[in-house]
């Protein structure tokens, strides 16, 4: 079945970039997603990209996508201690049920 | 103002008693989910409703039972809880199912279920 994957943790220093990174397995993903989750709260939804893409940028974030790989990346430039949290990526795939595959999560930790 | 409500925000109760998580939306959406997300994080759909038809049902217990009164609501009652049901229950919403561009998923924020 689809599976999606991430790396667990990543530290990094108050101002430097983030670079998450996701891999998927299933061929005929449609959308890709991140979601960000604070400590206790939900899930919020960060930016996503659609399949025929290859890169999209919102203000800090950028979103590289390298389907031929099946490898999504979510770099977070300038990154502040109010980005500290979970982060996960979701694919969509292609069937019409809106079923998520989520990743595990990547815990950010940003240290000032 | 809230887009995707989830009442209660805690809910603690005793093993064995029923307990209903209430969800609703004010987005206008054609279809609502359930997720479980479990003590390490781990995100799994459990329901999802597009018009009030159940379109996922992912080897949820039978003891789970979802109600969708109508579109903006998603309810789910739980039966017999177990202590392995102990987890963050989140509702969401999208404009369909997809794919077609609008199937983008709005969470609510979330029930947290501890049975004892």
């Known amino acids: 079945g689809e599976d999606v994957e991430q790396s667990l943790f990543l530290s990094v220093r108050e101002g430097d970039s983030s670079v998450i990174n996701c891999t998927y397995t299933d061929s005929s993903s449609t959308y890709l997603y991140w979601y960000k989750q604070e400590p206790g709260a939900g899930l919020q939804l960060l930016t996503y990209i659609f399949s025929n893409m290859d890169m999209k940028q919102d203000q800090r974030l950028t979103v590289l996508l390298n389907k031929k790989d099946k490898h999504l990346s979510l770099r977070i430039a300038d990154t502040q201690t109010g980005d500290s949290a979970i982060y996960f990526c979701a694919d969509h795939g292609s069937s019409n049920t809106g079923k998520l595959i989520f990743g595990q999560g990547t815990t950010l930790q940003v240290k000032p | 103002d809230t887009a995707v409500s989830q009442t209660p925000k805690y809910l603690v109760t005793q093993m064995g008693n029923d307990k209903s998580i209430k969800c609703e939306q004010n987005?206008?959406?054609?279809?609502m989910y359930w997720y479980k997300q479990d003590s390490k994080k781990f995100l799994k759909i459990m329901f999802s409703y597009n018009n009030k038809e159940l379109i996922i049902n992912e080897t949820v217990p039978n003891r789970f039972s979802p109600k969708s009164p109508d579109k903006a609501h998603l309810n789910l009652h739980i039966n017999s809880l177990e202590l392995g049901d102990s987890a963050v229950y989140f509702c969401?919403?999208?404009?369909?199912?997809?794919?077609?561009?609008?199937?983008?998923?709005?969470f609510g924020p979330g029930t947290r279920l501890l049975v004892l």
């Open positions: 987005l206008g959406h054609d279809t």
């Open positions: 969401a919403s999208s404009h369909t199912s997809g794919p077609s561009g609008k199937e983008t998923q709005y």
